[in-house]
């Protein structure tokens, strides 16, 4: 017999604390979250193991010589095991109940030996489980009910800005320092310009902080009673502060932007983003990595990573040989990427994820993108005349082209994958989905959608075939209806689906 025991590894409040105590105050950990993982990475086991970790059993992955129907039996075998499940983990037998248990422990979560910001809330029934799947790496038979994150006052010191990788201007708040259960919250992200003046937020306002889901800190509102008079209205500078170049505003886009291809904030940014796990996902080197990287000379752009030596890697500050071999093997994978991913890297404005693969996908190589028309990237499914454009102004320019190359020399690939394309009563036809539906998830949606052959578009665009409307629709909806796409409700869909289910 053969079983694979499921959980969670924790540090309870009191354990934090006593580590904490026993920590030099530079190396002390934000929470306890951050305690437990850090103190499950150490190299060293028996650091480790002088840690106080706790774990708690809520599944069984894989077992061999035994069955059960039921959640509820998985959590009591493990029990019988010997290994710890949560005491207050409850079999609720309507939604009324569900309910009522989310909101007691909304008021009693913080009387807990550990912090929690929510309630898993599972199907206990595995054959509902199982026919009900899954989205992604989401099961859609188990949620997360999220509390709403704790809020302080604190003092808005300053509005400061900084350049993001596309040249974005990202203005920040400077925050008088202020703990939101156990983490120290100096600054946080504004996001543009809009959000600042939507806010109404004064440079010396009094401001609620709160941590979105815990951990990223977030400007709520200002605590307009507080108001002395002297604060003051925020405008966002007239020139980059890093390179002196004029701020662009481009009609009816939130952003502002510094222009300046060789501005050095968006250069480190840029190769910041190469590295990261949504693009060539270069594991070993991080945000402090590349910045040494970069004021060495080391990497003035991202082809550079590719000629890197071991002997440079051993001269930057804190590298030794396991870790410059290690930097070395990751950069070398790094080259047998998907082609979309490096796509992405390349840090093409509009190029998400999804836009990455689409056009991947319809192009095939590096050398038929290079060789397409703005006409023919626009016309392809799902793209549309801003993305389009954006991607052929950048392969047009020779420096662009020049670094293409560099890559292509290095034995970057650039190739996609061959794949088999999905042929359905749908083929041939564009989706986009905005708002929020209510009979199930986006991502659900999508993937019926895809299964029965049609594509789902990066965004509104001329060629969309069909938008897809749920509640609280945003931009999509006016920018499909001024485009003439298609526009349907939810129920339309349904409706599409239920017709063709036998297909799937």
Known sequence: EKVEVRGEIYMSTKSFEQLNEQMKDDKLFANPRNAAAGSLRQKDARITATRHLDFFGYQIGYIQGMDFYLQSQALQLIRDWGFLVNPYIQLAKSLEEVMDYCQKWEKERFNLPYEIDGVVIKINDLAQQQELGTVARDPRWSIAFKYPPTQVATKLLDIRVNIGRTGSVNPWAALEPVNIRGVTVSRAALHNEGD???????????????????????????????????????HLPERCPLCDTPILRIPDQ????????????RNLESIIHFVSRGAMDIDTIGEKMCEQLVTTGYVKSVADFY????????????????????????????????????????????????????IASAFGNIDNLLVAGEAEIVGVPGIGPIIGQSVYNWLQAEKNRALIERLRQAGVNMQAEQQEETTGPLSGQSFLLTGRLNTMTRPAAEEAIVKLGGKIASGVSKSLNHLIVGEGAGSKLAKAQKAGVPIH??????????EHESEV
């Open 196 to 234: 600042v003046q939507r806010k109404d937020l004064r440079i010396g306002d009094w401001v609620l902080v709160q941590r979105a889901g815990e951990v990223i800190p977030q400007v709520v509102k200002p605590v307009e009673e507080r108001r002395t008079g002297q604060e003051e209205v925020y």
């Open 254 to 265: 939130a952003m502002a932007y510094c222009p300046n291809e060789e501005c050095p904030a």
């Open 307 to 358: 000629t890197l030596t071991r002997e440079q890697l051993l001269s930057l500050e804190g590298v030794k040989d396991r870790s410059a071999d290690k930097m070395i093997a990751a950069i070398e994978a790094s080259k047998h990427r998907n082609f979309w991913r490096l796509l992405i890297g390349l840090n093409i404005r509009y190029m998400g994820e999804k836009t990455a693969q689409i």
């Open 489 to 498: 409700d939810e129920q339309w869909l349904l409706d599409l689906l239920k």
